[in-house]
């Protein structure tokens, strides 16, 4: 079994910080992207921010220079550093990482349970 669990929301001033992570556990060979998504209330799900094996980043439009995304492939583990925040990054925070089971051949996406990012005064 293959798991994704994301940690590190929480309630912030506008103007603050935050650090999530996401840490995939269970069997596996490989573990190719990785990405942040997040959905606030009414509103589809958004790419944030994506990163390959490589260390090759990515992100939306929204969040570039306030937000980075890092990787520690030895803890198979993905990172979002969320500063300079705004009220309308309120939303909860889903982590995705394609993922290749091990004694597989294809790559699955598995996805957190998501964290609530809140931003207020």
């Known amino acids: 079994q293959v798991q994704v669990v994301e940690s590190g929301g929480g309630l912030v001033q506008p103007g603050g910080s935050l650090r999530l992570s996401c840490a995939a556990s269970?069997?596996?060979?490989?573990?190719?992207?990785m990405a942040w998504y997040r959905q606030a209330p009414g509103k589809q799900r958004e790419l944030v921010a994506t990163?390959?094996?490589?260390?090759?980043?990515n992100y939306a439009d929204s969040v570039k220079g306030r937000f980075t995304i890092s990787r520690d492939n030895a803890k198979s583990t993905v990172y979002l550093q969320m500063n300079s925040l705004k009220p309308e990054d309120t939303a909860v925070y889903y982590c995705?990482?394609?993922?290749?089971?091990?004694?597989?051949?294809?790559?699955?996406?598995?996805w957190g349970q998501g964290t609530q990012v809140t931003v207020s005064s």
């Open positions: 990163i390959t094996s490589g260390g090759s980043t």
């Open positions: 269970g069997r596996f060979s490989r573990i190719n992207d």
């Open positions: 995705n990482a394609n993922i290749i089971r091990l004694g597989g051949l294809r790559p699955s996406d598995y």
